[in-house]
């Protein structure tokens, strides 16, 4: 059974600070592995989707990587804004179309 | 594009009341995911529906929650009777679906609180 593990639950950081959020999973079969973005009392907004294939994907100052013989990846946060405050969720698929998710690292930019 | 619409955003019930959530996907879209999202924690899937079948709902509370998908567009989940630990967010998605990489694209919520 896949479980995904997000560290850490919380992270504080000054405006302007690099930053990396982390997310393991147990079952290295991972077909996709999506970052996603919740703001309070929203729904969750796609980030970035790493494919299969690929190993890394890029949107402005977001990069995400995928290594699958670790179980590991890291969602990359450059020079943090107090607007990217918000729930960071990452999500494995296992080739069912079925996501399973950790349960969040809660960021907070401060001005 | 319109994204995944949901209603109603805010309901409150009572223990062992009844309710129901509507959810429309994004146009197209073959495949339409019900999640749980409790505080704190990340979303569990509860159903998925490839057009109007049934792909897996292992994780569903068949003895209270039902969902169906009719004509395979337009989707309800329903609880009854619902218990306080179903207070929680409930997320309906959608993707093209079928064999590939497909990303989900998620409504904003249900948020259902059992008092």
């Known amino acids: 059974k896949q479980e995904v593990t997000q560290i850490p639950a919380a992270l504080s950081v000054p405006e302007g600070e690099n930053l990396v959020l982390n997310c393991s999973f147990t079952?290295?079969?991972?077909?996709?592995l999506q970052w996603f973005r919740q703001d309070p009392g929203k729904g969750l907004t796609s980030l970035l989707l790493?494919?299969?294939?690929?190993r890394e994907q890029t949107s402005g100052r977001l990069n995400a990587s995928l290594d699958k013989s670790s179980g590991r990846s890291t969602l990359y946060i450059a020079a943090s804004q107090p607007g990217d405050s918000a729930t960071y969720l990452c999500?494995?698929?296992?080739?069912?179309?079925?996501?399973?998710f950790g349960k969040g690292t809660k960021l907070t930019v401060n001005p | 594009e319109a994204g995944v619409a949901q209603s109603p955003r805010y309901k409150i019930i009572e223990k062992r009341q009844s309710v129901a959530f509507w959810c429309n996907p994004i146009?197209?879209?073959?495949?339409l995911y019900w999640y749980q999202q409790i505080l704190g924690q990340g979303p569990k899937l509860l159903i998925q529906?490839?057009?109007?079948?049934?792909?897996?709902d292992s994780q569903l509370p068949k003895d209270r929650f039902s969902a169906e998908r009719l004509k395979g567009v337009d989707s309800t989940l329903k609880i009854q009777p619902a218990k306080l630990e179903d207070s929680a967010v409930y997320l309906c998605?959608?993707?093209?679906?079928?064999?590939?990489?497909?990303?989900?694209?998620f409504g904003p919520g249900t948020r259902l609180t059992v008092t």
């Open positions: 998605a959608s993707s093209l679906g079928g064999q590939g990489d497909y990303e989900q694209y």
């Open positions: 079952d290295s079969a991972i077909y996709n």
């Open positions: 790493i494919q299969s294939s690929q």
């Open positions: 999500a494995g698929e296992g080739g069912s179309e079925k996501l399973v």
């Open positions: 146009s197209g879209h073959a495949t």
């Open positions: 529906f490839q057009n109007n079948g049934v792909v897996d």
